[in-house]
Structure formats: C-alpha cells, structure tokens
C-alpha cells in the first residue's frame, strides 16, 4: 500500500494548549451539500442607523445616551452576564452537585462610531485605538481586587451570534479564570516544567518558521507577529495570531507591538473577507495573562474562531461526532492556509479593477 | 444583602462527567434579540420524496440502489469520515505536531422508510426496532479487532447541520476511543476510585431521585430509565438519559430495558416537538463502553444538546465567551426541567382539539 498522505487520508491531530484532539477528514469536503445555508453577509449597511442602540447620541436599553463619540467607545454592557455586586455563595462541599458564585463586568467596546465600518475596512491607526482601549481596560480592571481574568473577544456576523451589527468587541471580566484559559494556562504551565529551556508558543512560532517551506500553516508576519493556521486548527479557517517574543499581556507589550498587531488584525481580516468575497462572521478572543498574580509562562494570543467552509453561506456544522465524540474537520490546516495566503490585502470592496 | 438564589444571581456548575465548568447566568434571558433566527421547522414533508437519497427503491450518491426497506435500515456512508483501509501513519514522536492515523467505519441507519417520520411520531416498537440496530451494528463491530469505539448519534434539523431531512442516525467507528468519551470515561474511572462504593452515574441518579421535590431536574421516569436536565446542562433544554441500574452498552441490556429506553426516546423526542410546537432540533448520542476491553465502569447514556432558547426560531449561540472563557447558559437546569415536565406526551400534530 502507499505511504500516508495527510491530505487524503484521516488523522487526528493533537492540540498541546488544551491538550485535546481533533480529527481530520480530508476526502471529506467533496461530500454534497443539501443542508442549511447562511444567508451571506454582503448587504449595505448605512454608516449611521438611527435605530442601533451603538451608533453615536443614540438611546440605549437602560435609558442612557451614547455620547458623540469620535473613536472607540467602551461602557457597560446593559444585558450582563456577571455583575459586581449579588450574595456570597458558600461553598457546597459537592461532589455531584458543585457550584460557585461568579461576581464580575461586561463591557461593549464599539469599534469606531460608524455603523458598518468592520475592522477588514479600518485602517491600521483606527484599529490601534481599539487596542488602546483594550490595554487600558485590562489594566483598569486589574486594579479591581476581587476580578481574576479579562477576557476581550468578538462575535461578528449574524451566523456567530451577533446580536447588533455595529461592529463591536466584549469584554467579560470574572473573579474566577474561566476553563478554557485556565486549560491553556496549565498546558502552557506544565510544558515549561518539562521544557526548562522554553515555552510552548514560543517554541511553536520557531517550529513553524523552520517548516515553512514543507508545511506552510504560517499565512503572513510583520515583524513582532505571525499569523498561523495551526497544526490543530478545529475551524475550516481557523487562526492564532501571536507574538514571535514571549509577551505575557496587552500592558507588557511596547508602542511598536500593539502597532503590529494592529497592523496584523488588519490585515486578517480584510484576507477573511475576500476569501468568500464576504463579510466574513467569526468568533475572536485574546487569551493572556490572568489579572492577578504571576504567569510569566502565559504568551498572549488571539485566537479567531470562522464557520465558514465551503463559501460565503456553507459553514462547518460542529454537531453529531463531534459533540458527543471528537472535534472533526474537513480540509487540512495545510490546504486552509495556502488558500488565505493566496488572498489580497486590499478589501475586495475598494478594489479598482 | 439578600441570599444567594440560583435563579436570580451569575454562578457556574461543574460538570464532573467532562471535569469542566459552565457559567450560568440566568437573568439574561430579558435581554432583547435581534441577531440571527432560525427558519422554523414546521414545513410538510412528502412520505415518500423521489430525489431523496434516503427513501427506499432511491439511488445513492456512489450509484447502488435502496432496497425497498420496510423498518430500519443500515449501510456504510458514501462519504465516510473514515475508512477501513488506509496506509499506516509511523508514531511522529513529537510534541508539538502530533498526528495518528485513524481508520474506521461510518454508517448510516434510516430510522424508518417514511420521509417525513421522526422519533417524535413513532411507535414505542418502532423505535424499539432503531435500538436492535444499533445493538446489532454495535456488536458487529465489536469483532472487528482494529475497532475501538462505536459513536452512535443523529444530528437532526438543518440547525444542527442535518444534510438530509430523512430521519436518520449515523455511526461512525474509530481505532480510538475518541476525545469525549475518553474524557467521560476517565471521569467515571476516576470516581469509582475514590467511591469503592460506586458508580458517578450511579449515585447521581440516586442524588436527583431524593431531592426530586425542591429542586427538580427530573423529567420523566419508567422502570428502567431516567430523563434529567443534568444540574451542569449546557443546552438550554439539554437532558442526560440514562438507565437507573448500572448497564455498560446496549448488548447488556435485557428486552424490557430496550423497549423501555424505546418509550423514553418517543416520549423525550415528543416533548420536545411539543414545547415550542416546531420539528425540535438537536444532536443526540449514545455513550457506552468502548468495544475492546475491560470497561465495567462504564455507564450507558444518552445525551439530547438541542439548540433552540427562546422559540422555535431562537437558538443558543456557543460562541465568542462560550468558545474562548467558558460554555455559558441562560436560563437554569430547574427552570428548563420545570418547561419540560409541562409539555405533553402527545405529539402537537395529533391532537384532537
Ligand atoms: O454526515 P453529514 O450528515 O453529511 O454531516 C453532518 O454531520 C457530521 C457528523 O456530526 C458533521 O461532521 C457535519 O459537519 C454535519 O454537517
Ligand atoms: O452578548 P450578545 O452579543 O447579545 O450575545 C452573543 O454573545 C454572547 C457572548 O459570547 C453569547 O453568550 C450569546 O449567546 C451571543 O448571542
């Protein structure tokens, strides 16, 4: 028989940060679809709707007004979650039926006071503001005793939950470290205690650097970050964008860091969207350091999270096998990266041909 | 400050099955929605559809006929995930791109030759005839040595990613135990360790049957089987159905407990139709003990991750804080089991008045 060809035959692929698995079916994606279609995001929005509860000097639920706001905008979300102040909870000494209390805040971050300006469409000082803002509000919330992590994401699109179309961020601050970035942070912990020379993520960008020229899952760096579809990828398109130094937290990183990352949100983006020739609906996060005390082992990263598979209205259905057996994919990260790598950095909206 | 109420303040519950936490923070069903609805499920199906691949007498997509069935149906997926026979993947020994290869089988299993029939509308012995099937195919690949682990589950509704609205299952058979039960079983292993006396599922079955009066997470009962909104649920309206005596897969289950595990699908499936009176959508699977080996502390179950929140046209959306911190739910296990517990047993569709 042949030998093994990662591009036809199935795998599974282990990913070292939650320390879990992910099977890859790659003959997988000539399969007819008859399911469900999204509808594609390619409608116009105007820049500003009267009736959007983000857009500037517009009423929101509670009552409040925004302000004329010029940048981005930040305040507290009116349909929270978590809130700073309810009862104690005593602790259930539970094995079957265990539960803890969860105080904490959750902010909006609006992106820019236009309504239908996304970040693929900002330019690079624009989107330097909204990482402005979420370096200041990390460091804001730090200074809260009883909040132990801040996690800054984005739902963007209808197909990802997205409950207004006004582009805009979250950020969900709690007094616990939620299980996701807990999972990654003991990853990260434990290889370090095995690897006295180094970190995971570190080690990683090195990794992918030599194999670039085999492999090819890095889809662009600037010259503090890289883009990767890493090797567990779980979405079609899946990406981490991370520092190529060890950088713990948004607050440690310098003026030409966060420009770079600005300069690298920018640029995936606007590769998203003209891959489907879409706006193209993702979930996105930073995970980094805890707020309080020492985790010199985490490394900041992004991670952008896209259903889309097939185009701008077939997405990856993460259902069946792969909630009750194993996280499933279809093409290889391999195959997802040659083809966001062969994608324009100009938006397919302003192109002149 | 007033005392902590579970159905007023932000807290998170520990699933011991999968050892990881879920947020819940069950004021926030107010907030308003205009984000994403899903198309209602309530359109007519024909019995019988001539271009579906499904029906019996049809032809498949690799060219073979249906035979003109008359009950369930069973045979390999033309677009299997995974397949019995590829070259083998050499041990990569390395701990940043780790790979196995993974050889398999994936079938299909019509739960009946009609069209337009779903669980929610069968028959106690028709159902009954869909868990012979997966008893049988279960079995049968148990003598396949190369075979570790039979996932069985259905994805039903375009929701859930359902390519063919013929009520079908599948079954997708691996040379690993895959991530999820892997994770249940070390779990339940884990426990059983520490609790000579015994079984997780055991105990927690035992545990909801004695708080039934205040906190009621039960469902339904029957001589052998049990349907609860598990106090972890993540789904809305998710349930664990599991059966009361210690059971480790379907070929150790005695014919009054098939038939009643049948009448617990009808019965569970028919609720679910009936609470927002639309073809409920969601996937389902079986967890059991893996075919080679040793598992005596394994513990039949089946679990329901139905989508739907609010409506029939109003989902969940496991995304941005669900994907990157932590699974968040609104609505609480009690209040969903409360909803649950009201709906009739008697398909809407069927009903006399
Ligand atoms: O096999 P189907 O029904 O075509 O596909 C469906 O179920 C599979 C197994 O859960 C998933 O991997 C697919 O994303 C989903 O669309
Ligand atoms: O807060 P939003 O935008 O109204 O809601 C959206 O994001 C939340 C955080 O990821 C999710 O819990 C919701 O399911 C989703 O609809």
Known sequence: ????????????????????????????????????????????????????????????????????????????????????????????????????????ECHVICFSPRHDLTMAEMTVPEIASIVDQWTDSYERLSQKEYIKHVQIFENKGAAMGCSNPHPHGQLWATEQIPQEPQVELDALKAYQQDHPDGCLLCNYVKREQREKEEQGRIVMENDSFICIVPFWALWPFETLVLPKDHVVSLPKMSKQQKLDLADMLRRITCRYDNLFECSFPYSMGIHQAPVQGDYEYAHLHLHFYPPLLRSATVRKFLVGFEMLGEAQRDITPEQAAARLRACSEVHYKHRLW
Not at 66 to 90: E, G, I, M, R, W
């Open 1 to 104: 028989m042949s030998t093994f060809d990662f591009n036809n035959h199935s795998h599974r692929r282990y990913n070292p940060l939650t320390r879990s698995w992910v099977l890859c079916s790659p003959h997988r994606t000539q399969r007819p679809w008859q399911g469900h279609r999204e509808s594609a995001q390619i409608e116009k929005r105007p820049n500003y709707d009267p009736t959007c509860y983000l857009c500037p000097g517009n009423q929101r639920a509670n009552g409040d007004h925004n302000p004329t706001y010029t940048s981005t905008y930040s305040f507290h979300n009116d349909f929270a979650a978590v809130k700073s102040h309810q009862p104690a909870l005593p602790d259930t000494h539970d094995d079957l039926l265990r539960a803890e209390g969860v105080r904490g």
